[in-house]
């Protein structure tokens, strides 16, 4: 499986951006797929899920009500839609499928 990211980029706070993660080969035995990030000098941390089958989704309690995840089945596509960014939103964003991680693409949120 391959994992390319796209979307990041500069905004300013209370801003939105849109990040999208292609998956590529056995996309099949994907279960559920998710957004991680890490900012400068932290620890990566979870940001959302969501399940393959049902669609059901999980997100941090930093991000929920702001952040929505989807995917579209048919474009083996993940979506991560950001609305209301703060400043400490700035970090890289990957796109993770069990074992499997993108390359990360950076956000960064000006105050």
């Known amino acids: 499986v391959q994992l390319v990211e796209s979307g990041g980029g500069l905004v300013q706070a209370g801003g939105s951006l849109r990040l999208s993660c292609a998956a590529s080969g056995s996309t099949f035995s994907i279960r559920a797929m998710g957004w991680y990030r890490q900012a400068p000098g932290k620890q990566r941390e979870w940001v959302a899920t969501?399940?393959?089958?049902?669609?059901?989704?999980f997100y941090a309690d930093s991000v929920k009500g702001r952040f929505t995840i989807s995917r579209d089945n048919a474009r083996n596509t993940m979506y991560l839609q950001m609305n209301s960014l703060k400043p400490e939103d700035t970090a890289v964003y990957y796109c993770?499928?069990?074992?499997?991680w993108g390359q990360g693409t950076q956000v960064t949120v000006s105050s």
């Open positions: 993770n499928a069990g074992l499997y």
């Open positions: 969501i399940i393959s089958g049902g669609g059901n989704t």
